[in-house]
């Protein structure tokens, strides 16, 4: 059986399809045709249900050598952690495998600098930016400068008045302030003239970001703390590149925190600061969408530790309003909950709010500002769902993914705060990097995503003469245009595009399933097992599980707002509560008695008090009546 096929798989190992490096390949529901319009179809239907492989031999060993169960061996050679060694360190991602400070070039000497200024009473401005990144980053610099009594200010550029990045909005507010530092996060490696400018006037700046530099000279700033410079001519580089912008602002606190206390060993206060400053660097990883692997994964787990049990008054209520208080939290939580509503302000009004609530000491303030991001929340809900139905209408003349290898549509009026989620939207429709663009008159903003493995900001780059400006990374990137470029934007881009990824393999929307597992098997001291694997996200995704001759315990029902599914699912003896996002549409398929074959990921569900395991389902098909 081929994939395409809509004949179900069978139960026998030696029958299913053929077998590559990355495990066997099982058709989707749906089929496509054969031919020509195989891919253009591809992207039009579920995703083909991909069964990883790997060596039983060294699982087994895995799993005598850590003692750990052999689902979780499996897991762990599936992510890359094979010998002993490396999976003991992912387990543990302890504090201590963190990289020093000063490995990061520029961290040593922005911090030495920013001492300088504290010293000598020098205002400092903390340049953020407007998403959750830029905010928490923001709010982890002025908690520190508070600790140690600094001069300091800050300023998040308004989404549609002053544009991404360093501007003229950043000279404008140094000298409003009478900054003698600026110090940058998760902005600024490429603001040649902005920081020109600043110098010009007599104000040193100190970079944070983590956006690849365009190529050529860097800007003149004082110093440039960003995990993806070049390697000096020394050929040493940051040991680990994939760090958020949050993440970077943290090392030079760190550094800082080394420089005031005249020693590596930093002193009892500025310690406990760190430990607190995790959670902002916790929510800024999750929300930015970086690897969690290596640092990021160990900043995430011990930030999500710290999130939980904070007594800052603007984070406990911001963890309050998502109903998660007193709870473990996750990464889910994080992206879902907790992002979404800092990203709200900055997406429809002002960053300004969710900065304010995340430096909130004000016990009785804090649940109101809470309240009002919830608020926002909703709206950009609405938003979001008006603007997605109008792109895709948009992209319905796009689909061909050998001609428009990277979707882009545009259109007036579109608000210019959401254009980044629909991007994401389209993405995973089409299964192939998309930007959308929001144009207000002469002028628009655009955001783009990507699929792993192709680069949107390279192919960007093939229509940066078409472009106000651009920049971003490998999975993210954003834009200004005039809106009578748009077309010679996406010409550009595409033609990149099927230069850079002539000889990658067809964009087919694939689900990665981990390991085949019963219902019987998933009990709640295997999921404590594998609870051990979180944070969950990029390049450590939450496990993936198949389930085959499962039926409804009761009766399926849409719930939410009608495009999900709550089920009851039964194997047996074994049955557990199940949600299935974004797929009512199968609503009518599901009748009881009917067999099903379901991909599921299992989590904790906590509500009135009471924690018990299910299911998330990914995708499902029904092999018999």
Not at 541 to 570: C, E, I, K, T, Y
Request: net charge neutral; aromatic share 4%; glycine share 10%.
């Amino acid at each position: 059986m081929q994939p395409g096929s809509k004949q179900a798989p069978s139960r026998t190992a030696s029958n299913l399809p053929h077998a590559s490096g990355a495990g066997l390949v099982l058709a989707g529901p749906t089929g496509a045709p054969a031919g020509a319009d195989a891919t253009k179809a591809a992207v039009r239907t579920p995703p083909v249900w991909r069964l990883s492989s790997v060596e039983e031999t060294r699982v087994r060993e895995l799993a005598r050598q850590t003692g750990v169960p052999p689902l979780v061996a499996r897991l762990l050679c599936l992510r890359g952690h094979a010998s002993p060694q490396a999976a003991q360190v992912h387990l543990a991602a302890s504090l201590s495998s963190l990289h020093a400070p000063e490995l990061l070039p520029g961290a040593k000497t922005g911090a030495a600098r920013l001492a300088r200024a504290i010293k000598q009473g020098e205002r400092i401005l903390v340049h953020g930016d407007y998403d959750v990144d830029g905010t928490c980053g923001t709010a982890l610099l002025m908690r520190l400068f508070e600790l140690v009594g600094a001069r300091a200010v800050a300023h998040i550029p308004h989404r549609t008045q002053d544009g991404y990045s360093f501007g003229p909005h950043s000279v404008r507010r140094a000298q409003a302030e009478g900054a003698g530092v600026v110090v940058s996060v998760d902005n600024g490696t490429s603001a040649h003239e902005t920081i020109a400018q600043l110098a010009a006037i007599g104000v040193d700046t100190v970079v944070t970001d983590h956006h690849e530099p365009s190529p050529g000279p860097l800007p003149a700033a004082v110093a440039i703390a960003n995990p993806k410079l070049p390697v000096d001519d020394g050929g040493q580089g940051y040991p680990f590149r994939e760090l958020c912008g949050s993440a970077v602002a943290f090392k030079l606190a760190w550094a800082l925190a080394q420089e005031l206390s005249g020693a590596r060993t930093v002193r009892a206060d500025l310690k406990q600061y760190l430990i607190d400053a995790m959670s902002y660097v916790a929510l800024a990883t999750v929300c930015d969408v970086v690897p969690l692997i290596g640092e990021n994964r160990i900043l995430a787990k011990h930030g999500l530790l710290a999130l939980a049990k904070s007594d800052h008054a603007g984070l406990r209520a911001l963890v309050g309003s998502c109903g998660l208080s007193g709870q473990t939290l996750s990464a889910e939580d994080v992206a879902f909950k907790l992002g979404p509503r800092l990203n709200a302000a900055g997406r429809l009004d002002s960053a300004d709010r969710a900065l304010e609530l995340l430096l909130c000491r004000d016990a009785e303030a804090a649940p109101a500002l809470a309240r009002q991001l919830d608020e926002l929340n909703i709206e950009r809900r609405r938003i979001e769902s008006e603007l997605l139905a109008k792109a895709m209408q948009a992209a319905a003349q796009f689909e061909d993914p050998a001609r428009y290898p990277v979707m882009v549509v545009a259109g007036q009026g579109w608000h210019q705060g959401v254009v980044g989620i629909v991007a994401a939207r389209l993405v995973e429709r089409f299964g192939r990097p998309a930007i959308a663009i929001g144009l207000d008159g002469e002028r628009g903003r655009g955001s783009a995503r990507s699929v792993l493995g192709k680069s949107i900001l390279d192919a960007m780059r093939g229509g940066e003469q078409h472009t106000v400006r651009m920049g971003g990374h490998a999975m993210a990137a954003g834009c200004e245009i005039e809106s009578c470029n748009v077309d010679l934007l996406r010409e550009a881009v595409c033609a990149r595009a099927r230069d850079l990824w002539s000889n990658s393999a067809p964009m087919v929307k694939e689900l990665a399933i981990d390991a085949e597992l019963p219902l019987s098997e998933m009990t709640d001291e295997l999921m404590r097992h594998i609870d051990r694997l979180e944070p969950f996200g990029q390049d450590n995704p939450q496990p993936r599980f198949l389930a085959r001759d499962l039926r409804l315990a009761s009766p399926a029902r849409a719930v939410g707002d009608g495009n999900h599914l709550m089920l009851h699912l039964r194997q047996g003896e074994r049955a557990l509560k199940a949600m299935a996002f974004h797929q009512a549409r199968q609503l009518d398929r599901l009748q009881m008695g009917t067999s099903l074959e379901v991909v599921y990921s299992p989590r904790w569900n906590t509500f009135r008090g009471n924690t018990a395991l299910e299911l998330v389902v990914h995708d499902l098909r029904v092999t018999h009546g």
